[in-house]
């Protein structure tokens, strides 16, 4: 939860058995927003989906929401083909939605002028089969979603604005095993080559340079990146198969933030200075300029790479400043 934000969070419980009615929460002001949280090119199976929620409270009065642990019971997704066909909902989400169970959640207080947000992935609601253009929407509950008990009526809901969102078929896979990547710009597909070290580091930051993010991200072993990080170490080793594959949706839309020192920030030039390796690991450093304003700030990258699946990858990399001129 971000600063500002005066949330009163409480640990509550609910048994679905019994259908207890949720306080009455009005949602005049109250504006129900969703994006993506990392716009990419989206995939018919592969990668999450992941879309930002965003609630915001422009009433006079907080904005009270009941937030379940289980999403399924807070939120829901719909989706529609551009013939206005719905598509089916995910199994997984079938199940949350229906088996017996007790839903923990946390009662959310959004005061007025305030926003929250959190993240989901549209894979965990519909079931996405065929490639296409689809028109996506959002439902919150805020008094949590159960089935309706002897007649009485559905539960309030919150719907949000609509996004559309394009799947492509698979990526192929090349010749030597590896999943290709499409060029966003061009359409073309992009397939590791058995680059140099050096070769690998260079074409990452000439595609940094000219913003080319498929092409940025093609040889960086985000995976790696993530298990060598001290700080995130032991949740990525902890996680589930899903916590990681969300793990690595996010870090690479943290990597596309220019944060001071950061692999993404645009260099106004670069020199590679060494690069040593052997037939399975290797480091390549390489000295840049950065411009600011009327001084230029200087800095030494040092990145590890790896030879993996037929090709060379960035496995991790630290950064040591030198001042500036």
């Known amino acids: 939860m971000g600063s500002g934000k005066r949330l009163k969070i409480a640990a509550l419980l609910v048994v679905l058995s019994v259908f207890i009615p949720a306080p009455a929460e009005s949602q005049d002001g109250v504006d129900f927003n969703i994006r993506f949280f990392d716009r990419r090119v989206y995939y018919v199976q592969s990668s999450p989906i992941l879309v930002q929620i965003t609630i915001t409270n422009n009433s006079p009065q907080p904005f009270h929401f009941r937030l379940a642990e289980e999403r399924a019971f807070s939120v829901n997704f719909e ?7 719905p598509l089916e909902p995910a199994q997984a989400f079938i199940r949350r939605r229906t088996q017996s169970q007790q839903v923990f959640f946390r009662e959310i207080a959004v005061g007025s002028g305030e926003s929250f947000s959190f993240v989901e992935d549209l894979r965990d609601y519909i079931n996405f089969a065929n490639a296409g253009s689809f028109i996506v929407q959002a439902r919150i509950y805020p008094g949590l979603y159960r089935q309706a008990a002897f007649g009485d009526l559905a539960p309030l809901s919150i719907a949000s604005n609509r996004l559309n969102l394009n799947l492509r078929p698979d990526p192929v896979i090349g010749l030597d095993g590896i999943p290709v990547a499409m060029d966003v710009e061009t359409g073309a597909i992009l397939v590791r080559e058995r680059l140099a ?4 580091v260079e074409f990452m930051i000439l595609a940094r340079q000219r913003s080319q993010w498929e092409r940025f991200f093609l040889y960086l072993d985000l995976e790696a990146m993530l298990a060598n990080d001290p700080f ?6 902890a996680e589930s198969e899903a916590g990681r594959q969300r793990m690595v949706a996010e870090f690479r839309a943290e990597l596309q933030q220019p944060v001071i020192g ?3 920030v645009i260099p106004s030039s670069f020199n590679i200075e060494r690069t040593s390796f052997n037939p399975f690991e ?3 450093t390489v000295f840049k300029r950065f411009s600011a304003g009327t001084f230029t700030i200087l800095r030494r990258y040092v990145y590890d790479v790896e030879f993996r699946d037929n090709a060379w990858l960035i496995v991790n990399y630290s950064v040591t ?3 500036t001129e």
């Open 79 to 85: 989706a529609r083909t551009m013939a206005n066909m």
């Open 197 to 200: 070290p050096d070769q690998v």
């Open 232 to 237: 995130r170490r032991q949740m990525w080793l």
């Open 262 to 264: 950061g692999i993404s």
């Open 282 to 284: 290797g480091t390549v």
């Open 321 to 323: 400043n030198l001042g």
